[in-house]
């Protein structure tokens, strides 16, 4: 079965860096664009980035943009999230989806999320 | 592309249809999809392409619309549908989604 596993989140000062990862199994990897999305703690979902299935087009968020960078290595059926110059408002739960198509028509798997928190 | 949905909250008796609607502020076509959150857990997937429903969903969900005003019903409301509802635009980058709407016991 189609399971995304997201880890790297934590506790990490402003201005500072980290790195979130999310595993793929259950699926052919190379096939999908992969996004990331987020929620802040009792907020709404926000769509931070995606990245097609080859890697070579990428998207971001205006929040984000400039700070965050998305790749993927489709040998190890993993997608990451690189982010620099974190903030505050960063703080969230953080969640990778599998697009469904290219453009996407919807996200069909979403993992569990993983929690960033942004505090001095 | 903003989406707004309304109303952002609604208090409902089981067996209640439920109506929520979201509009975008320019044509999506029919790039729309609907997702169902509960609390601590990941958004599932309900309606895509405005109104197709999800394998596995029940039928009691329907979504209709397109270009810029769009509906998800809920026909008969079940004890599990108490949770809280987001719309999601497709058609451009950057992707975004409605505030939410959420539904619970009165």
């Known amino acids: 079965q189609v399971q995304l596993v997201e880890s790297g989140g934590g506790v990490v000062q402003p201005g500072r860096s980290l790195t979130l990862s999310c595993a793929a199994s259950?699926?052919?990897?190379?096939?999908?664009?992969l996004h990331w999305v987020r929620q802040a703690p009792g907020k709404g979902l926000e769509w931070v980035a995606v990245?097609?299935?080859?890697?070579?087009?990428?998207y971001y968020a205006d929040s984000v943009r400039g700070r965050f960078t998305v790749s993927r290595d489709n040998s190890k059926n993993t997608l990451v999230l690189q982010m620099d110059s974190l903030r505050v408002d960063d703080s969230a739960l953080f969640y990778c989806?599998?697009?469904?198509?290219?453009?996407?028509?919807?996200?069909?798997?979403w993992g569990q999320g993983t929690l960033v928190t942004v505090s001095s | 592309i903003q989406l707004t949905q309304s109303p952002s909250s609604l208090s409902a008796s089981v067996g209640d249809r439920v109506t929520i609607t979201c509009r975008a502020s320019q044509a999506i076509s029919s790039s729309l999809a609907w997702y169902q959150q509960k609390t601590g857990k990941a958004p599932k997937l309900l309606i895509y392409g405005a109104s197709t429903l999800q394998s596995g969903v029940p039928s009691r969900f329907s979504g209709s619309g397109s270009g810029t005003d769009f509906t998800l019903t809920i026909s008969s409301l079940q004890p599990e549908d108490f949770a809280t509802y987001y719309c999601q635009q497709l058609n451009n980058y950057p992707l975004t989604f409605g505030p939410g709407t959420a539904v619970d016991i009165k």
């Open positions: 989806a599998r697009g469904n198509g290219d453009p996407p028509r919807h996200f069909d798997y």
């Open positions: 259950g699926f052919t990897f190379s096939n999908h664009a």
């Open positions: 990245i097609s299935s080859d890697g070579r087009t990428k």
